[in-house]
């Protein structure tokens, strides 16, 4: 069973950055960074393919975020920038074993804790 351990979330002012990381035990074809805000549906980010590092975006962040993965490809990261108050929301790291196309609506199977990121106007 996959594992994953996110980190880098926190506050920051609008126009600002951050980076999340998620670390990874086990095996992945796919990864992603979903997000939720309170009162609302959990609404997909960005996806990587682990062997391909063929990327998607949802429109909301496009141009703005960047997903990618470390050499080994067993830590994926979310660079966020020009943050805005609308980004606030708890943000899970998801894995997928099999391949399904690695796309925002693919159905991932394990999940991490969630790190809080908070923009502030």
């Known amino acids: 069973q996959v594992q994953l351990v996110e980190s880098g979330g926190g506050s920051v002012q609008a126009g600002g950055s951050l980076r999340l990381s998620c670390a990874r035990s086990?095996?992945?074809?796919?990864m992603g960074w979903f997000r939720q805000a309170p009162g609302k549906e959990r609404e997909g980010v960005a996806t990587?393919?682990?062997?391909?590092?063929?990327?998607k975006y949802a429109a909301s962040v496009k141009g703005r975020f960047t997903i990618s993965q470390d050499n080994v490809k067993t830590t994926v990261y979310l660079q966020m920038n020009k943050l805005k108050p609308e980004d606030t929301a708890m943000y899970y790291c998801?894995?997928?074993?099999?391949?399904?196309?690695?796309?925002?609506?693919?159905?991932?199977?394990?999940w991490g804790q969630g790190t809080q990121v908070t923009v502030s106007s």
């Open positions: 998801a894995a997928r074993l099999s391949w399904d196309g690695c796309l925002l609506t693919t159905d991932f199977h394990d």
């Open positions: 086990g095996v992945a074809s796919c």
């Open positions: 990587i393919a682990i062997a391909s590092g063929t990327t």
